[in-house]
């Protein structure tokens, strides 16, 4: 007879702090977290056998050893996928002339060393940050990205924007044009603000239906939270949910700004968890953040998380024989 093993644990995971926009690949039954760590010079990544116990291992992608030194600094948001037998890492960092670009780096092993193969792909004027690949059912890979909004001025706003592109198989370039799918426009955005997000993209699929995560308002306030859109389409167009924010602050529970999310798959081969961060100082967020990580269900079309949480949780490790 089969028998269920858990493993328990309480938000924060990990031990981790001093990253952001965590980011959970799982290949085979080893977990790897990317993120925004060593934002001068790369990425570190961390490995687990269960979601919870992480172990650093140390910086996996280093501008020092690219082929091209194209990038200055403010390496951001590394994202990670298994591709043809290969693993190919989607992140965004300053160029000389002062722009955040999307670059493409690769490898053998999901611990590196990553070596860029696709240097500022988006070829449009402005800064692009945040890009993330999906791969529908036939192969076919899409690339949903931001233009960031410190350069992206609208009716005298700086207004950031979701865009989404299909890719080559060889995730190397963009094809067709860019397609918008998101900007801010709902209230728990920050609309009267003189800047305002939609960022951190990602999309998961569920009964013929796409959800697109993302977050909205300043990485480093408390507003700082989550929300999604659905489509019948990878290429949109996308309608917001109405019960947005689906994470947001739990301030009495010393939860503040939780975003940036990514989704990954329980060892159980079907439980969904989100990962996201939080600020490991509530009352001064800043750019100083921990992981966290909460169940992800749909309920009638509609997207839930069973968070943020702040109390003990479980998460499935499959079963035993």
Known sequence: MKTERTVKYTNPVGGITNIGDPFVLKDKDTYYMYATSAATIGFRAWQSSNLVDWEDKGLVFDSYEQPNQWATGDFWAPEVVMHNGEFFMTYSARNADGHLQISIAKSKDPLGPFKDVSTEIVQQEGSYID?????????????????????????????????????????????????????????????????????????????????????????????????????????????????????????????????????????DGKTLYTVYHTHTDPEAPSGDRQMNIDRLYFDGGKLKIDGPSHSEREISLGGNK
């Open 131 to 267: 890009g993330h690949i999906f791969f529908e059912e036939d192969g076919t890979p899409y690339f949903y990205y931001v233009k960031d909004n410190y350069e992206n001025i609208i009716n005298g706003k700086h207004v950031s924007q979701i865009f989404v592109q299909k890719m080559t198989e060889d995730l190397t370039e963009l094809t067709g044009e860019p397609k918008l799918l998101l900007e801010p426009d709902q209230d728990w955005e920050g609309l009267g603000g003189e800047y305002q997000w939609n960022e951190g993209p990602f999309v998961i699929k569920n009964d013929h239906k796409y959800y697109l995560m993302y977050s909205a308002n300043f990485y480093a306030s408390s507003d700082y939270g989550v929300g999604y859109a659905v489509s019948d389409s990878p290429m949109g167009p996308f309608k917001k949910s109405d019960e947005n924010p689906i994470l947001s602050k739990d301030l009495e529970n010393g939860i503040s700004g939780p975003g940036h999310n990514s989704v990954t798959v329980g060892l």
